[in-house]
């Protein structure tokens, strides 16, 4: 199983830059896709990024995923520049055997979630 805890949500002026963190504990971590997907209110999931893929290319430029590595204990980030209007959403991290069901925001593993909301 794989636990996966977020952080660094906020609100934030159009523009400006947010970090976010996902604490990551499991076993076998090293067999998971690995990123993040966001959710605004009424519309479907939407992938953001994975740690095999990068960023996507609705984001591509502005945001950029990395990873810190350390035994079974991992921190996921996703550094967001340049945030607009319509980045905000309630932000996910997740874990899958699968890439494709991080892109569709439909991981078996995520967190809680954190909001982040960019205002004009």
């Known amino acids: 199983a794989v636990r996966l805890v977020e952080s660094g949500g906020g609100s934030v002026p159009s523009g400006g830059s947010l970090t976010l963190s996902c604490a990551v504990s499991?076993?076998?971590?090293?067999?998971?896709?690995m990123g993040w997907f966001r959710q605004a209110p009424g519309k479907e999931p939407e992938g953001v990024a994975t740690?095999?893929?990068?960023?996507a290319d609705s984001v591509k430029g502005r945001f950029t995923i990395s990873e810190d590595k350390r035994d079974n204990k991992w921190t996921l980030y996703l550094q967001m520049n340049n945030l607009k209007l319509e980045d905000t959403a309630m932000y996910y991290c997740?874990?899958?055997?699968?890439?494709?069901?991080?892109?569709?925001?439909?991981?078996?593993?995520r967190g809680q979630g954190t909001q982040v909301t960019v205002s004009s």
């Open positions: 997740g874990a899958d055997l699968r890439e494709s069901k991080l892109w569709n925001g439909h991981p078996d593993y």
């Open positions: 740690d095999e893929s990068g960023a």
């Open positions: 499991g076993t076998r971590l090293g067999d998971y896709y």
